[in-house]
């Protein structure tokens, strides 16, 4: 039997999706800037995005499993896979933004590195919702729409005359 959450998650629009997403996402994106500007400051810049992307990305799957997708429950080691696939490619978004930025710039400030960032995250992460939502979590949402939205009302006094004894006990556990 399904609770009021997952029946609220189950039917979480695109839109609604998308806000989470971008809440969840981005605060995780907004952190792990500042994180990489100074962690950066004592690795090569590549090695402590790398850091903060796979420390950033395990957190940011937990949270869009249970908040923005509605997955519910922990994220499956197949599921973080996935993901990383995609911050795997955030990761080469945001490291060629800032290799370009370095190649017209000789010296950027940080409010420059950080607008590069940011932009380059963003446009990377609109890529990640539609991978996530469309593939990481998509079964997870279809099998929940069809328990909720694919069940058909079964009489009662049907279901009392035709089912076998023990039949309610079988349908629970399935």
Do not use: D, I, K
């Amino acid at each position: 039997m399904e609770t009021a959450q997952s029946q609220e998650q189950a039917t979480t629009g695109p839109f609604t999706a998308f806000a989470r997403f971008v809440l969840c996402g981005g605060g995780v994106g907004v952190a792990s800037s500042f994180a990489v500007a100074g962690l950066g400051s004592w690795v090569p810049w590549a090695l402590a995005n790398a850091l903060v992307t796979v420390g950033s990305t395990l957190l940011s799957t937990e949270l869009h499993a249970r908040f923005t997708f509605g997955a519910g429950g922990r994220v499956t080691w197949r599921q973080h896979a996935q993901s990383a696939g995609s911050a795997a490619a955030a990761y080469a978004v945001t490291c060629m933004a800032m290799l370009v930025l370095q190649q017209l710039t000789a010296a950027p400030g940080a409010v420059l590195e950080q607008v590069v960032y940011l932009s380059a995250s963003a446009l990377a992460g609109v890529a990640r919702f539609a991978v996530l939502r469309l593939v990481v979590f998509a079964r997870n949402r279809s099998q929940a729409a069809a328990t909720f939205h694919g069940a058909r009302p079964v009489h009662a006094t049907v279901a009392r005359t035709a089912a076998p004894a023990g039949s309610a006990a079988l349908c629970q556990a399935a």
